[in-house]
């Protein structure tokens, strides 16, 4: 008779080999995977982002913006507010990017069709310094993020200087949306951000809301001295509807940002809801309208 002890042995090493073959498969085809990953973006931002990094793309978001050459023959998948789950899911992706204030968006569909989106964090500059160092981490592209990263911290040394012992003065930021009113953005909100690394000081804050519906009442006794107009998606008909508004509400007329024609229209692609690659030339540009040269803009 066989030795049973023998058996077992013999056993548990067949089985040995089979998990470390079966391990080292694995191993290889996640090593595959992050050498030639498939990643959809969803979002204009995200496009942005992957073009620094000198990632590969399979789909892109649906948009007017104007997508770098690399891109341009690459499927689109929808709007980042509506993508489709079908046309993302026939890619294979990899990976799938969009940003966590659209995370509604992504609903019973996605998990429908096993389709998980990594949501990124844009709503701060400091958050997308964050992003671009992880993104850099998980696809071997250390040394472009970090160039992206030392850029940053450029313009946001250079704005904290031109803003040094000099009076914060109060900023109102508000966000318009097509066929519909405004919203107040707060210190929370990307801009507002940027309102705060240039050293101003925002009129409405909050703990967790990056957004808040108006008041003209609270608007008018804050008395902003700088107001910042962002005009998301569909800049021409948020333009108009921001210049209806300010014409037919008198509340404006009394703010000391309208009496001394410091309102300044922030427009796509370099100012946007959620940080992105022009953040930048957007710190430069909300840094001078905070602290115009003497004699102009003041």
Same mark, same amino acid.
Do not use: C
């Given at each position: 008779?066989?030795?049973?002890r023998?058996?077992?042995?013999?056993?548990?090493t $067949?089985?040995?080999?089979i998990? $470390?073959?079966?391990?080292g498969?694995?191993? @290889?085809?996640?090593?595959q995977? @992050?050498?030639?990953p #498939? $990643?959809?973006?969803t979002t204009?931002a995200?496009? @942005?982002? *992957?073009?620094r990094l000198?990632?590969?793309l399979? =789909?892109i978001?649906?948009?007017?913006?104007e997508?770098? @050459?690399?891109?341009r023959q690459?499927t689109k998948?929808g709007?980042?507010?509506?993508?489709?789950?079908? &046309?993302i899911?026939?890619l294979?992706?990899?990976?799938?990017y969009s940003?966590t204030?659209?995370?509604?968006?992504?609903?019973?569909?996605?998990?429908?069709?096993?389709?998980?989106?990594? /949501?990124?964090?844009l709503?701060s500059v400091?958050?997308l310094e %964050?992003t671009?160092?992880q993104?850099?981490?998980?696809?071997?592209?250390?040394?472009a993020? !970090? &160039?992206?990263?030392r &850029?940053?911290?450029?313009?946001? #040394?250079m *704005?904290?200087q031109r803003?040094?012992k000099?009076?914060?003065p #109060?900023?109102?930021?508000?966000?318009?949306?097509?066929? !519909?009113?405004?919203m107040?953005?707060?210190n929370?909100?990307?801009?507002?951000d940027?309102?705060?690394?240039? =050293?101003g000081?925002n009129?409405? %804050?909050?703990?967790t809301?990056?957004y808040?519906q108006p008041n003209?009442?609270?608007?008018q006794k804050?008395n902003?001295?700088?107001?910042?107009r962002?005009?998301?998606?569909?800049p021409?008909?948020?333009?108009?509807q /921001? &210049?209806q508004? /300010?014409?037919d509400?008198?509340?404006?007329a009394?703010?000391? !940002?309208v009496?001394h024609?410091?309102?300044?229209?922030?427009?796509?692609?370099?100012f946007? !809801?959620?940080a992105?690659?022009r953040v930048t030339?957007?710190?430069?540009?909300?840094s001078?309208?905070?602290y115009?040269?003497?004699g102009?803009g003041?």
């Amino acid at each position: 008779m066989r030795n049973p002890r023998k058996i077992g042995l013999w056993s548990l090493t $067949i089985l040995l080999v089979i998990g $470390i073959i079966g391990g080292g498969l694995a191993w @290889q085809h996640h090593q595959q995977r @992050q050498r030639h990953p #498939r $990643i959809v973006a969803t979002t204009y931002a995200v496009v @942005q982002i *992957a073009d620094r990094l000198n990632l590969p793309l399979v =789909g892109i978001p649906t948009t007017a913006n104007e997508i770098p @050459q690399r891109y341009r023959q690459v499927t689109k998948v929808g709007s980042p507010m509506n993508p489709s789950v079908e &046309k993302i899911t026939a890619l294979k992706p990899t990976a799938v990017y969009s940003v966590t204030t659209l995370s509604d968006q992504f609903g019973k569909a996605f998990k429908a069709q096993h389709v998980t989106p990594h /949501f990124l964090n844009l709503t701060s500059v400091a958050h997308l310094e %964050t992003t671009l160092t992880q993104l850099g981490k998980r696809y071997d592209r250390q040394s472009a993020a !970090a &160039k992206q990263v030392r &850029k940053i911290q450029l313009a946001k #040394r250079m *704005a904290h200087q031109r803003a040094q012992k000099r009076p914060a003065p #109060r900023v109102l930021v508000i966000m318009g949306l097509p066929g !519909a009113n405004y919203m107040v953005a707060t210190n929370r909100s990307y801009v507002g951000d940027l309102v705060r690394l240039a =050293g101003g000081q925002n009129v409405f %804050t909050s703990q967790t809301q990056e957004y808040m519906q108006p008041n003209d009442e609270a608007i008018q006794k804050a008395n902003p001295q700088v107001i910042l107009r962002l005009e998301h998606a569909m800049p021409k008909m948020v333009t108009q509807q /921001f &210049k209806q508004e /300010f014409k037919d509400n008198s509340m404006w007329a009394t703010t000391a !940002a309208v009496k001394h024609h410091r309102v300044y229209d922030l427009q796509e692609p370099i100012f946007d !809801a959620t940080a992105n690659m022009r953040v930048t030339t957007a710190l430069d540009q909300v840094s001078h309208w905070l602290y115009p040269v003497k004699g102009v803009g003041a």
